[in-house]
């Protein structure tokens, strides 16, 4: 099955991050700033700026992720849920993009100077749904390191736990941590019979 609305969302998030590449202004106003949205009540911000992007590398990466992990969560949801797979998913990824900057607006409200943007937190809640929706199917690093998505996803919590602790670079690895969390709990709430399936796949997986 092919998904319209996944590629809706990337269509939308290419146009308006090609527009904010080309409009400073627009840029500004949209990224995620927790002191303008502290002292100018801008809570708009917690959305729109999962709709921008730093440059053209970070908005593919992004979307090609998507791409391909979204098409594979909302094909799932038209399978078990018939009808409300587009809803499903909006209310996930734009959910996602809002709670994942939260933590990161308690963080960073005294901060003039700090900026946020991205989908990373509705891309990384997308990737962790379909990790527990297919555990065994392999994901792969760079298009190199393949291994089973809950082998990369734990390594990739462990990661993003212990540089969103450091802050040693400029990503917002608090909104990719949070993003999945989210996933994995909104997925709980829908159906939680899939981490019984998932528990299984993991425990027979043939790791040798």
Not at 15 to 33: D, E, V
Request: hydrophobic share 50%.
């Amino acid at each position: 099955m092919e998904s319209n609305f996944t590629l809706l969302i990337i269509i939308v998030t290419v146009i308006t991050s090609y527009l904010a590449f080309q409009n400073p202004t627009l840029m500004k106003k949209w990224i995620f700033n927790a002191w303008y949205i502290k002292r100018d009540k801008q809570l708009y911000r917690f959305l729109t700026s999962g709709f921008i992007h730093k440059d053209w590398s970070h908005l593919a990466f992004n979307m090609f992720t998507l791409y391909f992990l979204g098409n594979g969560v909302e094909l799932y949801f038209e399978i078990y849920f018939p009808g409300m797979s587009t809803l499903l998913l909006l209310t996930l990824y734009i959910s996602a993009i809002i709670i994942s900057s939260i933590p990161g607006y308690f963080k960073h409200k005294d901060e003039p100077h700090y900026n946020s943007l991205g989908a990373s937190g509705g891309v990384s809640a997308l990737v962790f749904c379909f990790i527990i929706l297919a555990p065994t199917t392999p994901l792969c690093l760079l298009g190199i390191l393949c291994f089973p998505g809950f082998i990369i996803g734990t390594v990739y919590l462990i990661y993003t736990i212990r540089m969103s602790k450091t802050r040693m670079d400029n990503i917002n690895h608090e909104a990719h941590l949070w993003g999945a969390v989210f996933g994995m709990l909104f997925l709980l709430f829908v159906d939680y019979n899939v981490y019984l399936r998932f528990i299984e796949e993991v425990v027979n997986y043939n790791y040798f």
